[in-house]
């Protein structure tokens, strides 16, 4: 009998860490977005992508809600949000 | 063909015949023979196997693993120290079911320091996973590592086997040894094809995280297949049988034990000892038995109970201990018969032979001696004057 025993590679994408969030997430308001990229580089997950500026987006079924990216925004135009409210 | 060798010369004989692609290892007594005589074949080119020098016993057991997660059969040895230091990466070469052979020349373990034999070292890595068989002779030692491989790297099972050989007494003892001829060994072990292997063009992990979701499943499928094996490895020792010649049950072996009325429970070498006195006992009409122990793990726990539920006194010989517990066989045969209704009067235990203390025919004689309607724990052979109570 086996187990789970070997893993194919892209596997982590099968683990949603969505689930693992909480209290807040994040809202991408696509107002003030000067297209940086900071918010995709420091996100954890790899879960936020964008085009140009006011493109930016994140996939909730990966994002863990850490705020990362809303911290990091220099023009405030990520907020975190009660999960829950209108995205 | 019959040959006159040291037990070292055998195993390392034997393992060539089983043909590894990699050997990686590291010298300790009572070891270093098996792979220095193993390094002289791949040396003079009478092996082709890459021997991979180690600066440690982790390097070793870590060059097997990985070895043998690209698809090779490999192969490494080691006895007491040098098996605690693999610890950690013997726990994971059975986790990823890997069916690495490893020979262990039993040793005691330090402190204090002592190169001579008992078997506390593969026993105290009794729960890691792997497969653990003791040899009696010499003779048992090669069959037994042919076997390893067979079973081992059959595809339903897919585990570590440890083939345990008293250090000293088997790896320098000199007996005559019935090689088997490459031809046989041919056609007894095919060569090994992975169910799994780590390849560029396959890209896949091995052993990875594996969260509260996901370990316990990993755990129960090892002890799953462990209850396999006891049903494996008499079918593969029977095939062994009309290759070779020669008959193992590979679980147990009852040496006089029907109708005994004592009957000693021993792993390894001590067993041949035991049989001596066996028979002299039952020239004296003595009625009584030996019961060998050659799969420690898996546990045979029911061949167990049916080998003794009818004798009346039993006393297990351990080479081991549990400190501050019971001696891990005979708890274990205990284990087997609580609750049964038909079981032992009696099952004593005796620990002997600890850093390669002589079990000699009296040691033996003393603990039949011993098997009486009072229920011992006793060590055998100790020297009283050597023991204070408080410290000077």
Redesign the interface.
């Known amino acids: 009998m086996f187990g789970p025993l070997v893993v194919k590679s892209g596997s982590s994408k099968k683990n949603k860490t969505g689930s693992w969030r909480v209290e807040l997430k994040p809202k991408f308001l696509q107002k003030d977005c000067i297209g940086c990229k900071l918010c995709v580089l420091v996100c954890p997950e790899g879960c936020v992508e964008g085009a140009e500026k006011n493109t930016y987006h994140c996939d909730y079924s990966y994002c863990k809600g850490c705020g990362d990216c809303a911290l990091i925004c220099p023009k405030k135009d990520i907020l975190m949000i009660k999960e829950g409210e209108k995205e | 063909m019959k040959e006159f060798l040291e037990g070292s010369r055998a195993v390392a004989e034997a393992v060539k015949l089983c043909k590894p692609g990699v050997i990686s290892a590291y010298p300790i007594t009572p070891q270093t023979h098996i792979v220095e005589e193993l390094a002289q074949f791949v040396a003079d080119g009478a092996l082709n196997s890459q021997f991979v020098n180690v600066e440690s016993e982790h390097s070793a057991a870590s060059v097997v693993l990985g070895s043998t997660a690209t698809g090779v059969r490999s192969y490494t040895a080691t006895s007491s120290q040098g098996l605690f230091y693999m610890a950690e990466v013997v726990f994971n070469i059975a986790g990823?079911?890997l069916p690495v052979v490893m020979t262990c020349a039993n040793r005691a373990i330090s402190a204090p320091i002592n190169i001579w034999n008992d078997q506390q070292d593969s026993v105290s890595l009794r729960d890691a996973g792997w497969i653990q068989l003791y040899a009696e002779d010499n003779q048992e030692v090669v069959d037994l590592h042919l076997m390893a491989y067979r079973l081992g790297e059959d595809k339903s099972v897919?585990l570590p086997v440890m083939v345990c050989m008293d250090g000293f007494i088997l790896t320098h003892g000199i007996e005559t040894v019935d090689m088997p001829t490459q031809e046989q060994a041919d056609k007894f072990l095919p060569p090994y094809h992975a169910l799994?292997k780590l390849d560029v063009d396959n890209?896949?992990?091995?052993g990875?995280l594996?969260d509260p979701d996901?370990y316990i499943?990993?755990?129960?499928?090892?002890q799953?297949?462990h209850k396999?094996v006891l049903t494996l490895l008499p079918k593969i020792t029977a095939e062994f049988s009309k290759v070779f010649g020669r008959t193992y049950n590979g679980l147990i072996e009852e040496y006089r034990v029907k109708d005994a009325e004592r009957v000693i429970v021993a792993m390894g070498s001590v067993c041949g000892t035991v049989k001596d006195v066996v028979d002299e006992l039952r020239d004296k009409g003595k009625k009584v038995g030996l019961l060998k122990i050659v799969s420690y793990r898996p546990f045979p726990a029911q061949q167990i109970y049916e080998a003794l539920k009818a004798i009346p006194k039993v006393g297990v010989l351990d080479k081991a201990v549990s400190l501050g517990s019971f001696a891990p066989l005979s708890a274990e045969i205990k284990a087997v018969f609580f609750g049964k209704k038909k079981k032992p009067e009696v099952i004593s235990s005796f620990v002997a032979g600890l850093g390669g203390r002589d079990i000699t025919k009296n040691s033996v004689r003393e603990m039949f001696s011993m098997l009486t309607a009072k229920e011992r724990s006793e060590f055998i052979d100790l020297k009283p004057e050597l023991l204070k109570d408080t410290y000077e």
């Not at chain 2, 890209?203 to 091995?206: D, F, K, S």
């Not at chain 2, 499943?217 to 090892?222: K, P, Q, V």
């Open positions: 990823m079911r897919m799994y890209p896949m992990t091995l990875p594996a996901y499943e990993t755990r129960y499928a090892i799953e297949t396999h």
